[in-house]
């Protein structure tokens, strides 16, 4: 796909809007090269910075990408630590970079258990996103899908009990109480690495998403691939539970 879609052009390109990645396939592209799973981590965020650049440029308005579940602490420590540092260096350079490079940047996912300085540096890229318009990427960080749920029935339920908020939710109420507040759901789900499973990613937002698989692993996602996905998506039929011709 050439490089001619803008911004606002998505309605007539049936581009997605709102683009969301399992980055998976770091360890398995590192063990076939003999190299440890934390070169492939390294990699994996290059890849992204490729990605999120192309996606920007094409038109599309959102990245979220599945950098670290609630459940990836209980891999060895070496390589979290590498997760880690890894995060905290993109988020460096994206708040030295955001104003210029015309982005925003979220953390979705409970950032309490991160480290200090992590959880400083969240709080700093969320604010500073909030001045600007444009691309927005978002990385889900500590998230987990079920536990995003809950927490939003939580406040809710915390919100009530204060008189904050009148009894009665929809769906879209409920919606503000989420991580992704104010953030359209996924268009398109891309997950390489070849599983196909969802793996407690944004539970909620994908109910009408298109999914898209493939054995490509992370590392060697390429913009190609993303062009592969992206006419995959448009060629599907989305009838968000529709009959079209009656
Ligand atoms: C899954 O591959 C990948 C992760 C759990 C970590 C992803 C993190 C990064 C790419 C670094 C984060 C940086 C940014 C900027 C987003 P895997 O290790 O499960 O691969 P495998 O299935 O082959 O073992």
Redesign the pocket.
Known sequence: MANTIKAGEQERSGLPRHIAII???????A?KRGLP?TA??AV??E???KIATYCKNIGVEYLT?Y???TE?WK?PPE?VKT?MK??KN?LQEAIDTMEKDKIKMKVLGDVDELSDELKEMVAHTNEISQRYEGFQAN?CLNYGGRAEIVKAAERYAADLAAGKVQPGLDEAGFASYLYSAGIPDPDLLIRP?G?KRLSNFLLWQCAYSEFYYTDV??PDFSTAELDKAIAEFQSRDRRYGKVKNP
């Open positions: 980055l998976d396939g770091n360890g398995r592209w063990k799973r492939g981590h994996g965020a890849t992204f910075r990408v950098a670290f579940s990836n891999r390589e997760i890894l995060l993109y990385i690495g599983e692993l992370w």
